[in-house]
């Protein structure tokens, strides 16, 4: 059976991306799993650059095929501030997922304009191969408060409101959220091309 990494150690995502994964006939492993240390420095200027950079530097540690996701939002009354940056943004990446959500609903308190866009890239390693991504995008609206408890790693989904939707992305199912979601989108993606082309 084919062996492929999940190159995160972010919990929420691990559990994102494997909600769509889990019923391939792969054996997907984690970071935890291969014991690989290290990072890689996310200084891409854009989604799939990061992507890449991340699953081609964890998948050449192990030499396994390896899946890595970039992701962050878009929110219109933040401009240019948010995106390739969202997790180090704010009250930065070392701050918990309370902290860093509390300073985001901050800066938010006084607009009224709470339109935001979730952005997920997914890319696919192989060894001596070209590196593939695939993209998901989400609308939505960031409520002023959370709506239900921080899911580990994914705090902003106890906020965001996708489009059409009466409830925040933690409070939908797992299949009615993932067939939505951005890193739900590029997952799908990522899933078709592994059945039709990795079998």
Not at 10 to 23: A, D, P, Q, S, T
Not at 107 to 135: G, H, I
């Amino acid at each position: 059976m084919n062996k492929i990494l999940i190159a995160t150690g972010n919990f929420g995502k691990y559990k994102e991306l494997m909600e769509v994964l889990e019923e391939l006939p792969f054996k997907f492993v984690s970071l935890n799993d291969e014991n690989i240390e290290g990072d890689v420095e996310e200084d891409g200027e854009t989604y799939e650059s990061n992507a890449i950079l991340k699953a081609e530097f964890f998948g050449r540690k192990v030499n396994l095929p390896t899946i890595a996701d970039d992701s962050g939002i878009l929110v219109e009354a933040l401009a240019g501030e948010l995106g390739v940056k969202t997790r180090r943004w704010g009250a930065g990446a070392d701050a918990s997922d309370e902290e860093w959500l509390n300073f985001f609903l901050h800066r938010l308190a006084f607009e009224k304009n709470r339109q935001a866009e979730f952005v997920s890239v997914v890319a696919f390693y192989r060894p001596e191969q070209e590196t593939l991504t695939f993209r998901g995008e989400c609308k939505g609206l960031i409520l002023s408060e959370p709506e239900v408890d921080l899911e580990p790693g994914i705090p902003l989904s106890s906020v965001f409101l996708p489009e059409g939707k009466d409830k925040v992305f933690s409070s939908l199912d797992k299949h009615e959220k993932n067939e939505i979601s951005h890193r739900g989108k590029a997952i799908k993606q990522c899933h078709d091309y592994l059945l039709k082309h990795f079998l």
